[in-house]
């Protein structure tokens, strides 16, 4: 089956500590991309990524990095720079320059 | 003000209605429009694309563009409890894939 795939599903981290969320596609996309979700907000973009080894800092970056050494995965760590990371995390993918396909999510939680 | 204004909601309509959904853009510049449903705890799930004004339709659901005005909607026929889930409207333009997606109206259909 194609699809995206996000580990883990839920994740706990403590102040000063970097996590990293997994995210990985099978459908052949080109471009991958990562997004935050607050309660009763929309999607803001965090990075994205058009092709192998590059990638473009999206609204709210600082505090994250990434990496896109394969087409098919995109991490995304949440390092201690970002104060504020409890959120839903959601990754994406698209062929081309519209419809994007979501992941399942990741919920993170700061202790 | 904001890129893409949607209303939060919350909607409630009794099983059988008619929903209407909308969302209103401020950059003319934008091409395309997608709809996506959310259930609690998900990932969002695209339901509609389109790039040009007018009419799409798929099932019990149509969506709408008015590009002089800068208004979509989402129209929801014989609405089921099953469509009780929170509806984003995401808008993009050119060729860098991003998309802007409003906050998300939250819909309950009552039995």
């Not at chain 2, 984003?88 to 060729?95: E, H, P, R, S, V």
Request: aromatic residues 14%; contains cysteine; neutral net charge.
């Amino acid at each position: 089956d194609g699809g995206i795939t996000q580990s883990p599903k839920y994740l706990f981290r403590k102040e000063g500590q970097n996590v990293t969320l997994s995210c990985e596609q099978n459908l052949n996309h080109d471009a991958m991309y990562w997004y935050r979700q607050d309660p009763g907000q929309g999607l803001r973009l965090i990075y994205y990524s058009q092709i192998v080894n590059d990638f473009q800092k999206g609204d709210i970056a600082e505090g994250y990095s990434v990496s896109r050494e394969k087409k098919e995965s995109f991490p995304l760590t949440v390092t201690s720079a970002q104060k504020n990371p409890t959120a839903f995390y959601l990754c994406a993918s698209s062929k081309s320059y519209n419809e994007q396909f979501f992941g399942p999510g990741t919920r993170l939680t700061v202790l | 003000q904001k890129e893409v204004e949607q209303d939060p909601g919350p909607l409630s309509v009794p099983e059988g209605a008619i929903v209407s959904l909308n969302c209103t853009y401020s950059n003319s510049a934008f091409q395309y429009f997608m709809w996506y449903r959310q259930y609690s705890r998900k990932g969002p799930e695209l339901l509609m694309y389109t790039y040009s004004s007018g009419n799409k339709e798929d099932g019990r659901f149509t969506a709408q563009v008015d590009k002089s005005s800068k208004y979509i909607s989402l129209f929801i026929r014989d609405s089921q409890p099953s469509d009780s889930a929170t509806y984003l409207c995401a808008i993009g333009a050119g060729n860098t894939g991003k998309l802007i997606f409003g906050q998300g109206t939250t819909l309950q259909v009552k039995p």
